[in-house]
């Protein structure tokens, strides 16, 4: 590894930790992935992050039983496992202290939301006229560029800037042509993680392994090959939540698919600066299971 920069060894525990926070991570691993003292380092990702790696550890691993609990059938103490917890007992306690409510609750809270967005979206009268469409899609492995955005998904502004440099990032690098596939890789369900936290990658695919340093937060990925339902929206970004509801809410009545815990893809297929808003298209992969 050399002698890497401060801000490599801080990609690269972020990196680790996304990777393993399900298992237990001792004090002396996340010493040697960031070259620092346990006490140091956490100072400097609290200071980041506005709470320390225990903590961000902790509401990741609770966040994501939550994921299973709304999108799947699993019984609670296989998530509880899944996630870490030998102790269902101290599981339950610690996710009700950070959704304020227990495990099953939670499960049962999110089919009635499911029910009621179906409902809302869907009058009985008209249930025959509305159709859900998708197609069910296998993607190679590719590997892309990119740069991580955090906060409110609803801050389209702040969406926009992370794409701004990206985009010049990737110019400045001879990485962009007519061709090159533009997408955004989503990590966060905001209806659980706090709009503080919400991550989103903004990227494009590589064609071939870059031949110069990373500098800054930007970084590469492999994204592995991976089952998908793809849905296709139409309209501006900032009106995409209409069409997630929609998926999300017929999606155990129609789609009937298993969910997989990977992260949900946005493929751009317009250029923005030159179609209207309402002519947008983005092709939206939720990951499926084999």
Known sequence: MGNPTQLERYK???LYIEERFKSEISKKEIEDISFY??????????????????????RIKLEKAAEYLKFSSENIS???????????????????????????????STKIKQYITQK???????????????????????????LTYQGSYENIKGI????????????????????????????DDDAI??????????????????????KGLFKTKHIPQQKYA????????ESSVDTYDLIYGHWITEVQLEFEDKPTLEFYLNDESNTP??????????????
């Open 37 to 58: 003292s346990y006490r140091n380092i956490n100072r400097i990702f609290l200071a980041l992050h506005h709470e320390t790696i225990g903590q961000y550890i902790k």
């Open 230 to 237: 793809k849905f296709i929206h139409k309209g501006s970004h």
């Open 120 to 146: 809302a979206i869907f009058p009985l009268e008209n249930t025959q006229e509305q159709i859900l469409t998708y197609e069910i899609e296998e993607i190679s492995g590719f590997d892309i560029l990119y």
């Open 78 to 108: 296989d998530i509880a496992y899944e996630i870490g917890y030998s102790d269902i007992a101290a599981f339950s306690k610690a996710f009700k202290k950070q959704f304020k409510c227990s495990p099953s609750s939670f499960r049962n």
């Open 12 to 14: 690269k525990l972020i």
């Open 160 to 187: 926009e800037k992370t794409w701004k440099q990206l985009i010049s990032y990737a110019s400045k690098h001879s990485l962009l042509k007519d061709e090159t596939i533009i997408l955004g890789e989503i990590l």
């Open 193 to 214: 993680t706090d709009t503080l936290h919400c991550r989103y990658n903004a990227g494009i695919i590589l064609e071939k392994e870059i031949d110069f340093s990373l």
């Open 277 to 290: 808003k309402k002519e947008l298209l983005t092709e939206i992969y939720i990951p499926v299971k084999q």
